[in-house]
């Protein structure tokens, strides 16, 4: 029997965590909050272990069948000593030894990443980007994180400092992101932004406004209340994904450019959209593309789900050395 | 004795050529009017190759001693095939079988390669990128090309479509650029740009335009005519630099994000204005950086001269198997 292997995805609110066959099959997923280990630095591991030996458990895997357990983080993650800094919404695990930690605890190898690469791994290895070489990956969440998987290998550049793909500027002069930039990806098409984008327009009493109003009946304008409400028919909120999905079409012109990538995975909450993002996404990069019948402009949405740094932190433990 | 190395940087208008020995040291350079060598296509090659026997000939060398030959050409070329295609610049060089040809002739290993691509790998080898591993290159010509060395390696997307980093847009409203995109770093820091800029500032009669189309004195408003005009105290011609340099800047700030480079080079005619360019550049992309204390900036001019994509070619072919 191949290895089994386990995979997180440690967030802000929430833990996701994914056990898989030796072929990469999920046979068991979990979802805990994040807040339910504590905050204090002493309890944080041990709570994390117990669920997790829960987990295994359950089906009947001793530790022994482990073959790597792999952690998504946000924030910068430093692969070699197993530690966690600059986090914003994870303070209090910075510092603290989870590599070692668990590796002594799991006896078996740990391996530690950025939440994004480890999304854009797992869609490579066995997601929407399977069998490419080149892949561009770009997760649109609260924020925009990118993910770079560059002649078959995960790309961070120096310190790990690189594939900040949301803060690629579309519009020198446009909106000011909260990194000090203008006119970042992230500032257009993040769901914080498209809120609130949305809230403005509302205010401002922009065409459209009432009956996007009726169909919020009250709810603030996430990503999901907007898309219900241009699945409902409120002109507003198709038009306010269309100008999210533009400024998508701006960056991946220019990703186009800079990488010719073989596929450009789109993952994040906001994928959930479909086509109310990616179509005018698509005919915004076509327009700006050198030559759009040459290059390629291949634009996939994730295919696992929720779970893709789960799944791409346990695969990334696989190919470690024990 | 090791073996010496060819390279040619063929472009538009002039050739280029670097003899190099095996330490990669410029034993003889030569330089060639593109048009000396005819258009009809059953001339070009044995001219080049009459040219290129007369160059190892006073250097006393034989076809024997020779480790490789490099040729770096505008637009793309299949490495495969040995061919060049789509080079709006060099038509009649399109389709001929260089690179087997001179592979014949020579009876040693021929490496055809993009310009920038060339040229990037010349500096990371022997030049500003020296010693690096993740590297961004730069090359403000007439256009603005890119070279991306990732990972020790020339990076090229798919079917060598990718660093067009020229393409990248700063401004989506902004400037139209000849590729079919708005507000492409080429439309603000290429030379063609930049000259055009000028041109219109005179016409609109700009603040300082009288002095600066004095110091032109009738000459067209060249980059180095208008270096030239800088150094004579003309503040019109500053600005327009310092203009450039900013959308440089906004364009290394997206570099740095993306690639988190050890170090970007900018090389091509442009990069002799040194300071006029750099500073404005450097402030600009300082300003956009997410965490200027943190993130590396390491930006250096070309070390290679006009030399660099004939060196880089001559290095190229020395890696080729014989």
């Given at each position: ?197 949305a809230?403005?327009?509302l ?5 459209g406004h009432r009956a996007l109003a009726r169909l919020l009946a009250g709810q603030?304008p996430t990503?999901a209340a907007l898309s219900r409400a241009a699945a409902g028919g409120s002109a507003l909120a198709r038009?306010l ?82």
């Amino acid at each position: 029997m191949s290895r089994r292997l386990l995979g997180l995805d440690v967030g802000g609110t929430g833990i996701k965590a994914a056990l898989l066959d030796g072929e990469g099959r999920v046979l068991r997923r979990a979802r805990w909050a994040t807040a339910e280990l504590g905050i204090a630095r002493e309890s944080i591991l041990p709570a994390l272990e117990s669920r997790l030996l829960g987990m295994l458990a359950r089906e009947a895997i001793t530790v022994g069948d482990l073959g790597g357990l792999g952690l998504a983080c946000p924030g910068l993650v430093d692969a070699d000593t197993g530690r966690l800094h600059d986090a914003p919404n994870l303070r209090h695990w910075e510092g603290l030894d989870i590599g070692p930690w668990l590796a002594d605890r799991f006896r078996c190898p740990v391996a530690l990443d950025n939440d994004v690469n480890a999304l854009a791994y797992g869609e490579w290895r066995l997601g929407a980007g399977r069998g490419t070489r080149d892949m561009v990956c770009l997760a649109l969440g609260t924020g925009v994180g990118g993910g770079l998987i560059l002649d078959g290998k995960i790309y961070r550049g120096w310190r790990g400092l690189g594939a900040e793909l949301g803060h690629l500027s579309i519009d020198r002069h446009g909106r000011r992101c909260a990194c000090g930039n203008r006119g970042c990806l992230e500032a257009y098409a993040g769901a914080w932004a498209l809120s609130a984008t949305a809230r403005r327009a509302l205010a401002r009493r922009a065409p459209g406004h009432r009956a996007l109003a009726r169909l919020l009946a009250g709810q603030p304008p996430t990503p999901a209340a907007l898309s219900r409400a241009a699945a409902g028919g409120s002109a507003l909120a198709r038009e306010l994904w269309a100008e999210a999905g533009c400024a998508l079409g701006v960056a991946l012109a220019g990703l186009v450019n800079i990488f010719a990538p073989e596929r450009i995975v789109i993952a994040g909450g906001l994928s959930r959209a479909g086509r109310l993002l990616m179509e005018p996404a698509c005919q915004e990069a076509r327009r700006r593309l050198m030559n759009p019948d040459v290059q390629r402009l291949d634009l996939r949405r994730r295919a696992l789900g929720d779970d893709g740094a789960a799944i791409g932190a346990a695969l990334q433990a696989g190919e470690e050395r024990p």
